[in-house]
């Protein structure tokens, strides 16, 4: 059984922000799975379906970005998903906007909702899907909380079909497929 998280904070203020990458491809895998993630449990709002033959659990933590791992445990630990098969998205202020980036573990990178994880799951070795969002300009919390122009949004909504199809190679095949195919790419 794979855990399928996207990072992000609840609430219409935060729907499309930068920051709300992960919920947004969480959501796109929802709509191509024909499930909804609606249900309340663990911190956060969850659906299940399969990928394939595999049994997957959609999450969205519903704690805000700093604690999302206090969610991400307890779906892990409830269905006794190995740290391997827990799979993360969220936003990446390193990367250009419509950029993917795909690592089999790491560190935080200064990400709030990876710190929280890596924290509460005692592990890096989860692998992850980064979604570029921009570097900021000037004030980053502002940067990651802000909307993306039409520019950007049209660049994302690319992006966030092709982390979409990444996270379906990770669990129809590997993170190694995933990687070989998905790593660097960008729209152009």
């Not at 992000?8 to 969480?26: K, Q």
């Not at 936003?91 to 935080?108: C, E, H, M, N, P």
């Not at 049209?154 to 070989?180: C, R």
């Amino acid at each position: 059984m794979y855990l399928i998280v996207g990072l992000g904070n609840p609430g219409p203020d935060y729907a499309s922000t930068r920051h709300n990458v992960g919920f947004m491809v969480v959501d796109k895998i929802a709509e191509e799975m024909n499930v909804k993630i609606d249900k309340n449990k663990f911190k956060g709002l969850i659906a299940e379906g399969r990928i394939g033959t595999e049994k997957i659990l959609l999450l969205k933590p519903m704690t805000f970005m700093n604690l999302s791992g206090e969610s991400i445990v307890e779906a892990a630990n409830f269905y006794k998903v190995p740290v391997e098969e827990i799979i993360v998205i969220f936003d990446d202020v390193s990367l250009d906007i419509g950029k993917i980036r795909i690592r089999k573990k790491g560190s935080a990178g200064g990400h709030n909702g990876i710190k929280s994880t890596i924290s509460a799951l005692g592990s890096d070795n989860f692998p992850r899907v980064k979604i570029g969002i921009g570097a900021a300009k000037h004030d980053l919390v502002k940067h990651v909380l802000g909307k993306f122009s039409p520019e950007e949004k049209s660049v994302l909504d690319q992006a966030i079909t092709a982390a979409k199809e990444s996270v379906f190679k990770i669990v129809k095949e590997s993170v190694d497929s995933a990687i070989s195919e998905y790593n660097g790419f960008k729209v152009e």
